[in-house]
């Protein structure tokens, strides 16, 4: 199997006192040894996953979707199968995130430079494993083909796993890709269409909530003793990495599979009210992160604003988020 994402040479860091300097980080790391839960016996198995059935009308909202989507022309049955895909491929999606979670986990542990954070870094790479293991067994047991990673998650994973600077790993995968599966785990119960996956996101929702909380501790007021042209180049990555989660959203694996034309899908994807409003759900965990790490510049916003990913709300007044 070839590998998918290269390394990068890293300073390691070895903390030479075990002091503990933010109590915040090592409260946070109590609680991720209290919360942990185990893939094969918290998780109900038995509960049946029936794959590809009919399932009931969705909101007004989601059938007037449906009704100005490519699929309509074939049918209200198309609408089922484009959900159980969307299901599919979101899952796979985790799960290929997660496993890149699992080593910038461990990239972590080697480079941040203060005990508390390489111990907490520690138990997220353990959590890091349960959420692979939770969504491989689901996806080999229930889906009939896994997707494979997208080439614009692919591209943004690169991208963090081969910068040696800790605060880009961790501001790339903390603080946006573990924001999005939150956010997309909190929302699952009205995206996914059986109950074993509810049961399993709410489960990696509680861990990765510690996830993102971790990213904003370790990043909160270093980019304020930062040059402009290092803030800069954060800013850079944050609004690549918004292109690039963007474009994952369009979702053109699916169009492929369901042999929609791809140009016709990516269209709709991109215009369709609903999933506009499901894009911008996603980054709002996004953007409230990087406002508390100081990295929701006007630059950044702008950047999002015309992406189409801020709500309607006080981000697009301004980036303190008061009128």
């Known amino acids: 199997m070839p590998t998918l994402w290269t390394g990068a040479p890293v300073e390691v860091h070895i903390s030479p006192t ?31 996953v029936p794959y590809g059935s009919a ?7 989601a059938m ?30 985790f799960l290929h995130g997660e496993q890149a979670a699992l080593v910038v986990a461990a990239r972590l542990i080697e480079t941040v430079p203060d005990i508390e954070s390489k111990t907490y ?37 690169d991208d963090i796993l081969t910068d040696s600077r800790w605060d880009v790993t961790a501001l790339g995968m903390q603080l946006i890709v573990e924001a999005l599966a939150m956010a997309a785990f909190r929302l699952a119960d009205g995206t996914f269409h059986d109950d074993l996956i509810k049961q399993i996101t709410r489960l990696v929702a509680r ?17 304020a003793d930062m040059t402009s042209a290092e803030r800069a180049d954060r800013e850079d990555m944050v609004l690549e990495a918004a292109t690039l989660m963007r474009r994952r959203f369009l979702i053109e694996d699916i169009w492929e599979r369901l042999e929609v034309p791809r140009d016709e899908g990516v269209r709709y994807a991109s215009t369709d009210p609903l999933m506009v409003t499901y894009r911008q759900a ?34 697009r007044i301004n980036g303190s988020g008061h009128r």
């Open 282 to 315: 996603l980054f709002a965990k996004v953007i409230s992160a990087l406002r508390q790490v100081g990295l929701f510049t006007p630059r950044v916003r702008a950047g999002l604003d015309g992406l189409g990913l801020l709500a309607f709300g006080p981000h």
């Open 55 to 61: 399932l009931p009308d969705d909101s007004r909202f």
């Open 121 to 157: 870094a520690a138990s997220q790479a353990a959590d890091e494993a349960r959420h692979v293991e939770v969504f491989s067994r689901y996806l080999r047991e229930y889906a009939p083909e896994i997707y494979p990673v997208t080439a614009s998650l692919r591209e943004l994973l």
């Open 18 to 48: 075990y002091d503990i300097r933010d109590g915040r980080v090592a409260a946070l790391y109590e609680s991720a040894k209290l919360r942990q839960w185990n893939a094969s016996t918290d998780v109900d198995w038995t509960v049946p």
């Open 64 to 93: 007037a979707s449906f009704g100005a989507s490519p699929l309509a022309r074939r049918g209200r049955g198309m609408w089922d199968t484009f959900r159980w895909e969307l299901q599919t491929w979101l899952v796979s999606q």
């Open 207 to 223: 861990d990765e909530a510690r996830h993102v909380t971790f990213g904003v501790l370790t990043l909160d007021g270093i980019y």
